[in-house]
């Protein structure tokens, strides 16, 4: 057991990427690629969800490819030979699993709405899942930009994936911007490379000493992660990517996006740059404001969707940047704290949302709002938006508000400017959110909803509504660790044993 | 048939107006700090949905009387209704024109007939007063 | 549940929403529940014959007034928002412009 | 004690629904006054409530079944707030958050817009999206103002700065000089505009405009549902105007007459009823017989445009008096 558990790292990049290429060795068997899907992800998710109580327990553990034993420290001579090392801690195990079970909802829920080619969307999928895991794990800048190529790729093919005229147009624009952004992250890799000689996170947070080099070389990397997770000034194609993907797959590509902002707040608080902060807070602001007032206007449901993702996305950083500036130890905890919880609120919410959409666009095969109406009559998925609805724009007992909640009290003490916007965008997200409503819900037509689909809404409810009932408990042993893992920094440092 | 109107029914009326020509300058001053229809507790609606009473005033058209017949359909049961002026009884001084509807009551079952052409807001208040009495003294003829 | 500076309990609001829901419900009861199906049922639309296709306002226009009196800042946002990448870019450069005379210079 | 708050919430609805329509029919009565009409009897919402019980409801056959339970949900959440809030002068029976208030405050109007949204009728779908309009202006004003005080409660160290019952230590007066005083009181007259607003009273009804969409959003409700809306209202008024009472007049009566016991709680829950009678007839009454209504087009300017430069002009002369003391 504790082989499996020392190697667990590596296995679950390995897994998907091996499962990946299964899928053409079966053929035209659609049955058995479906099951095969299913499989591989329930056995990672199952891994991860081990690894996550391993960490919990016994600390962070890492992983150095190429070494003899692989769980040892680096070697104190950190040149020659140079090994690329995986550190899993709480925050990065816990979003791993967040991932996967995104990643295993959306397959349940695609599950009747592939035609023909199922193999290749699979294998888009799998690609993706081993972008963002390695993104979360990976502990070396160079390992971390092929992650990012890998999972920029997969997820450009996946917008592209229902090859029409938009969608086409919207994938190659997610490309254009995933290269540009890789490339300049690259750069600001380059400058760290020529200035220390090695790539290790780790070794790279002891030792270095922010002088000019290395404050460009930041600038270079954190902006373009900025533009890879949509950030304000450069949010553009976000709402394009979100609307023209496929209904079924589209919050796979709203956790890639989510990924790489985790991949820049790691930077941010392992190299501990504060002055990005008052930034970051802009920025988010920023895209708050713009996210809710553009999506009053959208008439593409997906559309809208994915500039309210990016107004959330905007609450995130804003409550990461305050984390970011304030020095007074438990403000910084309660705003960091309340930037991730909110992304664990703001991917289960988003994720219910995105959920009926893809059903009622399945139904009605339409993206359009006008012709989604005649859910009416069904009381479940009435009530799931309703409760998906009082979550996004935080109305009081649903877990949305919660995270908000956290958010407004820490980040009111920075400057209590910020609070006010964010409740103003937060109720214009509601209205958005009614917008939508009186285009679904109208209107009687009794449709059948698949079944597979309404399993995965219901897990997605339950999870929420677990949230709402228990806060207590899903603050003090998940966000609390998680938190912790981020900002206290000795703790990701120290493992080197420099 | 109808649901009567019970007593404490009888202290907020709520009337929805359906005139078509001069009686709706009549009713207005009914607002108005002279004859003040509020103190009865009767105020005007704008949707049969909320009313009791419906106002029908002024000549009705073979088309309007068509429209007035679904509005009264709509307005929820106990319900009565209020013609207003000569127009309504028999079509006033448009009696001999074509398309005017000569009696209301063919169409519409009506409670309370106020006469004048167009009556005084005086006339309207005293017969909205008798309706009252009539319902207190539960005579719902 | 502590937050910074304020707190927030469920199981308070629960037992009150609760017992709050079961009142409401008891006062709702005390009215009069029938009514003739029929005509009475169709929608108010000023006395005319309901139109047989389904929703009248299209969703488009269903902020009208909102759209309206933030005029200026849609029609910019639909400048910024018109799908040319090279706009993206542009976009993104002066962000890297921005970031990098902020980090070098330490304006806190 | 737990067993005093579960009864505390069963009877406090009940007062505070009997006062609500109290209210608003001395607000109907001042408002005839001043047209210098009769003006319906005091209790007239008491029988326009009995007689929409009695009426028919009418379900219409496009509405979905949400529109039946709406007026349900509007109710329950106006109770809630009612017990979040220092109600009749005594101390609040559930202690909650103001953010939490202030969200709590959207509930009843986004209750009234669903239901309306699903009643089918096009005049009810334009009331509701004016209503959401109406509801997305005020929420700036009001969330500047509650935000300002509560920073003012941190700058001056309090534990719990966002709690209800710290707000109630008269944080608006407190140490203010001459320059402050007229700030609070620029607050003062921006919150019952918004009250007035977020009531949809004239100057902003424009969701239940009677003339322009017949009805409004409650174009379709009638009998119980309607008066469900009713008291809904009702409660708001209550609602709202202790919320003002809370920021800005919190102290009690019966500190300073220093009597003691059960008079002391009757004295601080007249003195609450006068607060709450003054504010009203003050906040919307007063507008309801001047103001003609607003467009939808003008209202968002009026709540983004000058009402948030005053309440921003209040606090930057409060923060002025501040800095000079």
């Known amino acids: 057991m504790t082989g499996l558990l020392m190697h667990l790292p590596a296995i679950s990049i390995a897994l998907p990427l091996f499962s990946a290429f299964l899928f053409q060795l079966l053929g035209r068997h659609k049955k058995a690629k479906h099951i095969l899907a299913i499989s591989s992800i329930t056995v990672l998710e199952l891994m991860l969800i081990l690894q996550l109580f391993h960490v919990a327990s016994a600390g962070n553990s890492i992983y150095v490819f190429g070494s003899e034993t692989p769980v040892v420290q680096l070697p104190s001579s950190y040149g020659i030979p140079i090994r690329i090392s995986f550190q899993v801690d709480m925050f990065n195990a816990f979003l791993s699993v967040l991932t996967s079970s995104v990643m295993l909802l959306v397959i349940i829920f695609s599950l009747n709405s592939l035609k023909e080619d199922v193999g290749k969307f699979y294998v888009i ?58 490339l300049l992250f690259l750069l600001g890799v380059g400058f760290i490379y020529a200035q220390y000689g090695m790539l290790n996170i780790s070794v790279l947070a002891s030792i270095i000493s922010i002088g000019l080099i290395e404050k460009i070389a930041l600038g270079f990397m954190v902006v373009s992660l900025f533009l890879k997770s949509g950030i304000a000034p450069m949010h553009m194609w976000l709402p394009d990517a979100y609307g023209e993907a496929p209904e079924y797959s589209v919050l796979g590509v709203a956790m890639a996006t989510l990924t790489c902002s985790y991949a820049f707040i790691r930077l941010l608080f392992v190299f501990s740059v504060g002055e990005l902060g008052t930034l970051l807070i802009l920025g988010g602001l920023l895209s708050a404001i713009i996210g809710s007032t553009m999506s009053l206007i959208q008439k593409n449901v997906n559309r809208l ?18 984390g970011l500036i304030s020095t007074e130890s438990n403000l910084v905890f309660s705003t960091v704290s309340g930037g991730l919880f909110h992304m664990l609120n703001d991917v289960i919410d988003l994720g219910i949302l995105f959920f009926i ?137 120290s493992i080197v044993g420099v | 048939m109808r649901k009567e109107f019970s007593k404490p029914m009888v202290k907020s009326i709520w009337i929805f107006e359906w005139i078509n020509s001069c009686g709706f300058s009549e009713v207005l001053p009914l607002d108005s700090s002279k004859f003040d229809m509020e103190r009865f507790g009767i105020k005007a609606v704008s949707s049969p949905r909320h009313a009791d009473c419906l106002l029908i005033g002024g000549y009705q058209t073979l088309k309007s009387i068509e429209i007035a017949k679904r509005i009264y359909e709509q307005m929820p049961e106990p319900k009565c209704v209020i013609a207003l002026g000569s127009c309504p009884i028999s079509g006033g001084m448009y009696w001999d024109s074509y398309n005017t509807v000569k009696k209301v009551d063919k169409y519409i079952p009506v409670d309370l007939w106020i006469l004048g052409c167009p009556p005084r807001p005086e006339a309207i208040i005293d017969g909205i007063i008798s309706l009252v009495n009539a319902i207190n003294g539960g005579k719902n003829d | 549940m502590e937050t910074y500076a304020g707190f927030w309990h469920v199981e308070w609001f629960l037992t009150a929403f609760i017992i709050l829901f079961f009142i409401t419900w008891l006062i709702k009861s005390l009215g009069d529940k029938k009514y003739k199906s029929g005509i009475q049922e169709d929608i108010f639309l000023s006395g005319h014959q309901e139109k047989e296709y389904s929703d009248y306002i299209g969703s488009e226009n269903l902020y009208w007034g909102f759209k309206e009196s933030l005029r200026r800042y849609y029609s910019l946002m639909k400048k910024m928002h018109n799908g040319i990448i090279s706009e993206y870019i542009f976009w993104f450069y002066i962000s890297i412009l921005i970031v990098l005379t902020f980090i070098t210079f330490g304006v806190i | ?162 709690s209800v019952a710290s707000f ?92 003691g016991g059960w008079f002391a709680l009757i004295a601080d829950s007249i003195f609450y009823f006068i607060k709450v009678l003054l504010l009203m007839i003050f906040s919307e009454t007063v507008l309801k017989t001047s103001v003609s209504r607003l467009k939808v087009t003008q209202l968002v300017n009026a709540y983004w445009g000058s009402l948030l430069m005053l309440s ?3 606090i930057f002369i409060i923060f002025i008096d501040m800095v000079l003391s």
């Not at chain 1, 994915?306 to 905007?314: Q, T």
């Not at chain 4, 002068?89 to 817009?113: N, Q, T």
């Not at chain 4, 607050?187 to 424009?206: K, Q, T």
């Open chain 1, 125 to 182: 999928l799998m690609l993706m899942l081993t972008g963002m895991l390695g993104l979360l794990f990976t502990n070396d800048l160079f390992n971390l930009f092929v992650f990012l190529e890998i999972l920029s790729l997969s997820t450009g093919i996946m917008v592209m994936y229902k090859a029409n005229k938009f969608s086409v147009e919207a994938g190659f624009k997610y490309l254009v911007i995933s290269s540009l952004s890789g």
């Open chain 1, 357 to 493: 959409s893809g059903i009622a666009i399945r139904i009605k095969n339409s993206k359009e709002l006008d012709n989604l109406s005649g859910f009416g009559d069904n009381k479940i998925l009435a009530v799931f938006f309703i409760l998906a609805m009082f979550a996004v724009s935080g109305i009081p007992p649903m877990n949305g508000f919660l995270s908000k909640l956290i958010i407004y009290e820490s980040t009111f003490a920075v400057s209590p400017l910020i609070p006010i916007i964010l409740m103003i965008s937060s109720i214009i997200i509601l209205s958005s959110l009614v917008k939508v409503f009186y285009s679904i819900f109208n209107g009687k037509s009794n449709k059948k909803v698949p079944l597979n689909m309404m399993v995965v809404l219901f897990a997605a409810v339950i999870a929420m509504l677990v949230i709402t009932l228990f806060p207590d408990a899903v603050i003090n042993n998940l966000i609390k660790p998680v938190t912790d893992a981020l900002i206290t920094k000795s703790e990701y440092r």
């Open chain 4, 168 to 259: 109630t230590s008269g944080v608006m007066w407190a140490g203010l000089g001459t320059l402050g005083i007229a700030g609070a009181l620029l607050l003062l007259f921006v919150m019952l505009l918004v009250i007035a607003g977020e009531l949809s009273r004239p100057p902003f009804d424009v969701s239940s405009a009677g003339e322009e969409i017949a009805g409004g959003i409650t174009a379709e409700y009638s009998g119980r549902n309607l008066g469900l809306f009713y008291i809904a209202d009702a409660l708001k008024l209550i609602v709202l105007t202790t919320l003002v009472v809370v920021l800005f007049f919190p102290f009690g009566i019966s500190g300073f007459l220093g009597i």
């Open chain 1, 305 to 322: 969707f994915g500039y309210l993702a990016l107004a959330e996305i905007g609450f995130i950083v804003t409550a990461i940047g305050c």
């Open chain 4, 1 to 162: 004690m737990w067993w005093i708050t579960l009864i505390e919430i069963a009877v406090f609805p009940i007062v505070a629904i009997l006062l609500g329509l109290l209210l608003l029919g001395i607000d109907r009565k001042v408002a005839a006054r001043m047209q210098r009409r009769v003006g319906p009897p005091i209790l007239q919402p008491f029988y326009d409530v009995r007689k929409l019980f009695i009426k028919d409801t009418v379900i219409p056959k496009k509405s979905t079944w949400i529109f039946d339970f709406m007026p349900l949900l509007s109710v329950v959440s106006l109770f809630i707030i009612i017990l979040y809030l220092p109600f009749m002068g005594l101390s609040p029976v559930l202690h909650g958050d103001m953010v939490f208030i202030l969200y709590l405050l959207i509930l009843p109007s986004l209750a009234k817009v669903l239901g309306g949204i699903s009643s089918g009728s096009p005049y009810a779908a334009v009331g509701s999206q004016r209503e959401i309009t109406n509801m997305m202006g005020y929420e700036f004003p009001l969330v500047t103002i509650i935000f300002f005080m509560s920073w003012k409660l941190f700058s001056f160290g309090v534990a719990k700065p966002f």
């Open chain 4, 312 to 314: 921003l002009l209040g």
